[in-house]
């Protein structure tokens, strides 16, 4: 829960300073892990807290472009 916490203060940060390139990397991750998010986590959706939750739940089941998007933020 805390890098969560950290992740997002870091996200919202990056975002102020830069809302350009915090979009690109919130799309690339929403690309990457869409269908997963549909498959495993439709239930919770549109919340994205939940979504990233139920997302790491599965994270054994989840493809390797998603994976990726989770590993490449040291989450």
Avoid: W, Y
């Avoid at 102020?16 to 495993?40: G, I, Y």
């Avoid at 986590?41 to 990233?52: D, G, K, R, S, Y």
């Amino acid at each position: 829960m805390r890098k969560l916490i950290v992740f997002l203060a870091a996200f919202i940060g990056l975002a102020a300073l830069n809302p350009a390139a915090a979009r690109t990397a919130v799309d690339k991750q929403r690309a990457a892990c869409e269908r997963d998010s549909h498959k495993f986590c439709a239930a919770e959706e549109p919340n994205a807290i939940a979504v990233e939750r139920c997302l790491r739940a599965h994270v054994s089941q989840l493809s390797k472009a998603c994976k990726r998007q989770f590993m490449q933020k040291g989450r």
